[in-house]
Nanobody, 124 residues
Framework: QVQLIESGGGLVQPGGSLKLSCVAS????????MGWFRQAPGKEREFVAA?????????YYADSVKGRFTISKDNAKNTFYLQMNNLKPEDTTVYYC????????????????WGQGTQVTVSS
């Protein structure tokens, strides 16, 4: 059974940093795309960042987070991360990690597996 378990959310002041983690288990993820999405109440799920689980590990970012967020992975730990710096109040929402094998990396519908979500709140 595939499981994605997130951690690392919390409350941080504007300009602060948080690092989200997502531990993946239940299968091998070689060739998969591992992504981070976020969803505010009443809004569609929004692409944040993605990384290919390959040797090169190509990365992709939404324009709204480029230069502030960094996605990375640790193959030995079957874990991928989202380092979030210079956080803004508009980054406040629930963040989800997800895994996809086919389809557009930007489309949440292409992701077959999802974590439970972790709340990030940016407020003074």
């Amino acid at each position: 059974q595939v499981q994605l378990i997130e951690s690392g959310g919390g409350l941080v002041q504007p300009g602060g940093s948080l690092k989200l983690s997502c531990v993946a288990s239940g299968r091998t993820f070689g060739g998969y795309t591992m992504g981070w999405f976020r969803q505010a109440p009443g809004k569609e799920r929004e692409f944040v960042a993605a990384i290919r689980w390959t040797l090169i590990g190509s990365t992709y970012y939404a324009d709204s987070v480029k230069g502030r967020f960094t996605i990375s992975k640790d193959n030995a730990k079957n874990t991928f991360y989202l380092q979030m710096n210079n956080l803004k109040p508009e980054d406040t929402t629930v963040y989800y990690c997800a895994a996809s094998y086919v389809g557009s990396i930007y489309d949440p519908g292409a992701y077959a597996y999802w974590g439970q979500g972790t709340q990030v709140t940016v407020s003074s």
